[in-house]
Structures are given as C-alpha cells and as structure tokens.
T-cell receptor
Framework: AQSVTQPDIHITVSEGASLELRCNYS??????LFWYVQSPGQGLQLLLK??????LVQGIKGFEAEFKRSQSSFNLRKPSVHWSDAAEYFC??????????FGKGTMLLVSP | DTEVTQTPKHLVMGMTNKKSLKCEQH?????MYWYKQKAKKPPELMFV???????INESVPSRFSPECPNSSLLNLHLHALQPEDSALYLC??????????????FGPGTRLTVL
C-alpha cells in the first residue's frame, strides 16, 4: 500500500532563510505526488505536483520540489521564506483510484 | 472558475439534530470527495463520488449520509452525531480521471462542532 512520511512535525525558519521540507513516499508504481499548504482553519491549496518528466517541479508562491526516485523523496524547497508562508504543509501521493494518501504534515513556523 | 465552495463555514449542532453540509463546483469535474480533518491531523477520506455515483465509502458510520444530486453538487447529511465527530469537513473535486493523475481542488471547509 502507498504511504507518505513527513519526518518533521515542526520546522522553524527565520524570515528570509531558505526552506526544505522533507517527504518520502512508498509506492510500487510511478507515483503522482503533490504538495499542499493549509493555513489555520482553511482548506488545502495545491502548491505543485509531479506526474512525470522533469524531476524539478516549479509551483506557486516561489516553491519548487525535486523528485528523486532513487531516494523515494519529493522534498519541497523555497530559497527565501516570507512570514506569510507560516502554515501546515502536506505531501500526498495518489493511488490508482485517484484517492490521496497524505503525510502527517509539517508545521512551518517563521521567526522574525 | 476554479473554486470549490462550501456552506456553511461554521455549524454547531446538538446530538439529536439533523443538518446538511453543501459543496459546489463549476469546473466540470466529475469526481467529488468528502474528507474529515481533526486538529493537527491530515485529512481523512470519507467518500468519493465518480460521475455522480458513490464509488468509495471508507467505512464511514451511517450517521453520515452523502448525496450527489448532480455533477456540480455534493451534500453531506448529518444525523445523530457524536461530539467526537467535531472536525473540519473538507470537500474536494477533480476531473475524475482514473489512473491517479487527478489534481484535487479543495474547498475552504465547514467547521463542525457537535455539542
């Protein structure tokens, strides 16, 4: 069965510093991978997705992610974090029936 | 229009009440989803409708009853809920392609409190 692991429950980053959020997946076939962001009490917004092709994926709000099959990873990065990026971030993988399996999430805190 | 709307935003209900949550999308999507999300947890899938037919029920208690009146609307009828059912209920939609390549668009959610 497919699964997603986000090893960091919380991460604190200084404003303007770079960010990397980790995501590891377990899936037998070619994975379809997503990163979503959720502000408190809000719905989920898609940041980026990987289906195939170029392993470096660009998303909205200056985020990017790199798919590494050899490491079963899909880490999210941003070169310079803004205070408004503070939120919960979920990595997810899609199964063959279009159902999403989410990781437990990483809470990003941004310090001044 | 790339938006999924949900009403109401907040709902407080007693354990004997009957209420409904509503979700709407006008993107022509043929798959719609209900998720339940507890605080500090990821969303948990409850139901999937594909082409207006219930395709997945993740062993959800019968006090939750989904309904898909047409391809744009999804309802979740609530009856005799328990306090532990208090959560954020998220609706999502996608094009409905099989094979795992669907991108799901989420609504803002309904914050449900059961007293």
């Amino acid at each position: 069965a497919q699964s997603v692991t986000q090893p960091d429950i919380h991460i604190t980053v200084s404003e303007g510093a770079s960010l990397e959020l980790r995501c590891n997946y377990s899936y037998g076939a070619t994975p379809y991978l997503f990163w979503y962001v959720q502000s408190p009490g809000q719905g989920l917004q898609l940041l980026l997705k990987y289906f195939s092709g170029d392993t470096l994926v660009q998303g909205i709000k200056g985020f990017e992610a790199e798919f590494k099959r050899s490491q079963s990873s899909f880490n999210l990065r941003k070169p310079s974090v803004h205070w408004s990026d503070a939120a919960e971030y979920f990595c997810a993988v899609v199964s063959g029936y279009s159902t999403l399996t989410f990781g437990k999430g990483t809470m990003l805190l941004v310090s001044p | 229009d790339t938006e999924v709307t949900q009403t109401p935003k907040h709902l407080v209900m007693g354990m004997t009440n009957k209420k409904s949550l509503k979700c709407e999308q006008h993107m022509g999507h043929r798959a719609m989803y209900w998720y339940k999300q507890k605080a500090k947890k990821p969303p948990e899938l409850m139901f999937v409708y594909s082409y207006e037919k219930l395709s997945i029920n993740e062993s959800v208690p019968s006090r939750f009853s989904p309904e898909c009146p047409n391809s744009s609307l999804l309802n979740l009828h609530l009856h005799a809920l328990q306090p532990e059912d208090s959560a954020l209920y998220l609706c999502a939609s996608s094009q409905g392609e099989r094979g795992g390549s669907d991108e799901q668009f989420f609504g803002p959610g309904t914050r449900l409190t059961v007293l």
